[in-house]
């Protein structure tokens, strides 16, 4: 018999369900499965059951699991009213149905705050008191941490930064909105800046993907400045440049000097984190751009899971 | 020998300095001094010293005194970092150089933060956990009530909500940045919206105005409105579009559904209002759009003096 005490942490991305086990703050192993076209409700409850007969398997039964879910959470509810990737999710009580499938207690939260949470406890948040966790990937994903807390503002709508608005008369976007910040600084921001330029440099760059910008994924544009093209040089600044234009906006309506920059993007770090602190001290005051400071995110792709876990201990007596 | 509890409320104006009698809740009096040419830290500390001390003739003195000052505030440390109306103010003691001169305890808090407090604890804030005070006058004046407390950033630079940036390519603003809100949405921003019209009505309107766009102060567009003027409508309708601009990014960044609205510029909210509505539909998700709910300040200008007076209470056991 075991003493160890064990948590499971599950992160539901719009490709992959993820499950770690987690032991003394640590994930121990790993069991994946891949969304398909299965997205309802059930399917997912489905498959969360699926990987948690395989770890059980091998390290035991856990104590609860906490889950990290794609969309609007209302977590005082265990509801996601609604996600992009799963458009059948609306007004789901996730948290009462997983429990009642794994059969122990289940915390649900945003995977964006489940990020942060991971990352305030065990992380590049570790002892900050205010900070800001940005997820660069598909869109931005956003945790506050506020007074040493997670804000979930009044029914867990907060940190949906990616749509704060840098440019009123900017494109429209999937939330409804127009010119929202993830337009421009995410993974799809990176094929509108392609689009957008007239850098003659872009056809050559552009050859190492069919001459086709919705060909560039995150890590070849990586890849392609790292091979020391131009273009990609160029492509890289400009995102840092509406990254911190978005940073620097935070900066001024929450007063917090710290940001933790994690999600595949944040790889390129090296190419556009120069031109992230330019934009930032063009946007505010010298003394606040002065003031803040950027951290490179330290756990990966455990935050989420690690995060869902500390939430689902937490449920455990 | 009268036992009522007493505090004095300073608030410091571009224009004027207002002391108020704050007893049981409620401002009895009010004693005014214009600023003038006197802007030194000295000049408007002997400026509160006589505000006092005609207060405490007829009313007796204070227990303790609360001031709102303009610009950036560190209440911890009770200093003025800087403050766009007073130039000389660079790292200001300004708590205990006040305290010293009127010999009780004294508390420093941001003008805005101040009118925040005022309406949370006396007025439209009442009983809500979090919501954010905008405060429309020559910039926006912010801030942000969360977890029925004050959030203050890490070093009370929050709220500086004017200068968010919500059109990343748009004028440059004297904190430094571009595109700040409230570049659009104030008394200033009046002035660049009509500039900006090329509304063949713009002539007989601004002809009330000896064709000078500067010499529009708000009150006066609003009596525009009253009188029926075609662009003056169009002009607040232009206004409540970028108010609500600001109002969806911040409900998209927070979560929070409730904006208390005052300053002076409020008087026109039956012209701007129904834009505004509009502008935050286009500008976030249908939900948050449907759940955020505008609130007109009650206090008036005996927000910031209540909010101060309030926190000088809390100055004394």
Redesign the interface.
């Known amino acids: 018999m075991t003493t160890t005490l064990r948590d499971y942490g599950v992160d539901i991305g719009g490709t992959n369900i993820r499950l770690g086990v987690v032991e003394d703050d640590l994930v121990v192993a790993q069991y994946r499965q891949p969304v398909g076209e299965h997205r309802s409700p059930q399917a997912i409850v489905a498959l969360i059951v699926e990987l948690q007969q395989q770890a059980m398997q091998e390290w035991g039964p856990a104590r609860a699991v906490g889950v990290g879910a794609p969309g609007?959470v209302d977590p005082q509810a265990g509801m996601i009213?609604?996600s992009p990737h799963f458009s059948e999710w609306i007004g789901f009580s996730a948290r009462d149905a997983i429990a009642q499938a794994v059969g122990v207690p289940v915390a649900l939260e945003n995977d964006a705050n489940a990020i942060a949470i991971g990352e305030a406890r065990y992380g590049a948040g570790t002892g900050l008191?205010?900070f800001i966790m940005l997820t660069l990937g598909t869109g931005i994903g956003?945790g506050?941490v506020?007074?040493g807390e997670l804000?979930?503002?009044?029914?867990?709508?907060?940190?949906?930064?990616g749509?704060?608005?840098?440019?009123?008369?900017g494109p429209a976007c999937n939330?409804?909105?127009?010119?929202?910040w993830e337009l421009f600084a995410s993974a799809s921001g990176l094929h509108r800046l392609i689009d957008a330029s007239d850098d003659p440099a872009k056809a050559a760059f552009l050859e190492h993907f069919h001459g086709e910008s919705t060909r560039v994924t995150p890590a070849a544009a990586y890849e392609r400045a790292l091979d020391g093209d131009l273009f990609a040089h160029q492509l890289w600044r400009q995102f840092g440049g509406?990254l911190g234009?978005?940073i620097?906006?935070?900066?001024?309506?929450?007063?917090?000097?710290?940001f933790v920059i994690g999600g595949g993007i944040a790889a390129a770090w090296d190419f556009f984190a120069e031109a992230t602190q330019r934009a930032i001290a063009?946007?505010?005051?010298?003394?606040?751009a002065a003031?803040v400071q950027l951290h490179r995110a330290q756990l990966g792709d455990d935050a989420g899971i690690l995060g869902s876990a500390y939430l689902a201990s937490r449920c455990v007596a």
């Open positions: 609007i009213l609604k008191t205010n956003g506050l506020l007074r804000f979930q503002g009044d029914r867990g709508f907060a940190a949906e930064v749509h704060m608005v840098i440019q009123r008369d939330c409804g909105g127009h010119g929202c509406y234009t978005g620097a906006s935070l900066m001024n309506v929450l007063g917090v000097e710290h063009r946007h505010t005051y010298p003394e606040n003031a």
